[in-house]
């Protein structure tokens, strides 16, 4: 499990854009946790608290021959913030959610500098709350990684996105 869990770690770290980076840490985490879905939901500046945008979903499923069958949503979408998302976006904790039918989900809050900016959802068997302590690790690495891509990102003196990171195409044109 160790040697698992440190070939995620590189497995996070490998990737040099966000979108990449949120793939992978979903990967991971459905490689190292028995669960059946997966969510990684962001805080717009632009909406209210009542909608997020889902920006990575991974559904796992048991396959014919006993494999995980991994099925992506369409990303990204905006969704109604359920009571334990949005209890966890704003008190900044993780929050177990356990239900009768032996199932339980955890929402683990993203935290950029002193303000929560998203959460990862995982959602699987009454055992996932067990690997609480391994998400909420992995997610504080996601963290970590997510700082030093924007700040990698970003001008030190005038905090504008460095001309790698400029979108030519939306340049307007010298004719």
Known sequence: MNELILKSVIEITGHRDIDSLECSLVMSLAELVPCRAISIYKLLDDTDSSSIEESVRLDIHAGLNGDKEYI????????SCDEYVEKCLRSGKTVK????????????????????VGAIGVSGPYEVSVFDKLIENIVKIYENYLFILNESE??????????????????PSSA
């Open 154 to 171: 970003r001008d030190r003196k005038s905090t504008r996105l460095n001309s790698s990171h400029t979108d030519i195409s939306r340049m």
């Open 72 to 79: 992506w949503s369409e990303r990204p979408r905006f969704i």
């Open 97 to 116: 959610v356990e239900s009768d039918t032996k199932s339980a989900s955890l929402i683990v809050p993203v935290v950029s500098g002193e303000n929560v």
